[in-house]
T-cell receptor, first 112, second 111 residues
Framework: KQEVTQIPAALSVPEGENLVLNCSFTDSAIYNLQWFRQDPGKGLTSLLLIQSSQREQTSGRLNASLDKSSGRSTLYIAASQPGDSATYLCAVKGGGADGLTFGKGTHLIIQP | DAGITQSPRHKVTETGTPVTLRCHQTENHRYMYWYRQDPGHGLRLIHYSYGVKDTDKGEVSDGYSVSRSKTEDFLLTLESATSSQTSVYFC??????????FGQGTRLTVV
């Protein structure tokens, strides 16, 4: 059974810092890995999708990397802003039609 | 934003009553999913559909049933609601083994 772990569970940093969120998964046979953002009381917003054949994806100040063989992904946030405060979720897609397996998230607070 | 609408957005119901949550999409995506989100457990898959009338169980399917009679609609039914089914329910869609998009969620409270 696939298990996804996110470290740290919570993180508080001052504005302007670069930071890294970590995600690990136990079964390397994945089709893709997706990073989401969730604001309190809201749905999930897709940030980045990395296919299993890719090493990284970038969108603005966000960069996600994937090392499938070691079962690890990182989300790098450059020049953090208070508006980046949210919970960040990592999820992997295995084979077949079934859905994503999620980590429990990293709760991020950016202090002004 | 992907065209996904969940209804209702909030519901309070009594133990033992049936409840149906609706997910409607305008993207014509083949795959639809129901998840629940609980503190300490994260998001877990309840049921999913890979086409009209084609559904299967996820990790936490006990006490839930689903139906998909049209591409755009995926219904989740709690046959007899229990307090353990108090949760936030999310619908998601995807075209294939690609990016998944989520609805805004339904907050269900069973009293």
């Amino acid at each position: 059974k696939q298990e996804v772990t996110q470290i740290p569970a919570a993180l508080s940093v001052p504005e302007g810092e670069n930071l890294v969120l970590n995600c690990s998964f136990t079964d390397s046979a994945i089709y893709n890995l997706q990073w989401f953002r969730q604001d309190p009381g809201k749905g999930l917003t897709s940030l980045l999708l990395i296919q299993s054949s890719q090493r990284e994806q970038t969108s603005g100040r966000l960069n996600a990397s994937l090392d499938k063989s070691s079962g690890r992904s990182t989300l790098y946030i450059a020049a953090s802003q208070p508006g980046d405060s949210a919970t960040y979720l990592c999820a992997v897609k295995g084979g077949g039609a079934d859905g994503l397996t999620f980590g429990k998230g990293t709760h991020l607070i950016i202090q002004p | 934003d992907a065209g996904i609408t969940q209804s209702p957005r909030h519901k309070v119901t009594e133990t033992g009553t049936p409840v149906t949550l609706r997910c409607h999409q305008t993207e014509n995506h083949r795959y639809m999913y129901w998840y629940r989100q609980d503190p300490g457990h994260g998001l877990r898959l309840i049921h999913y559909s890979y086409g009209v009338k084609d559904t299967d169980k996820g990790e936490v399917s006990d006490g839930y049933s689903v139906s998909r009679s049209k591409t755009e609609d995926f219904l989740l039914t709690l046959e007899s609601a229990t307090s353990s089914q108090t949760s936030v329910y999310f619908c998601a869609i995807s075209a294939s083994v690609t990016e998944a998009f989520f609805g805004q969620g339904t907050r269900l409270t069973v009293v």
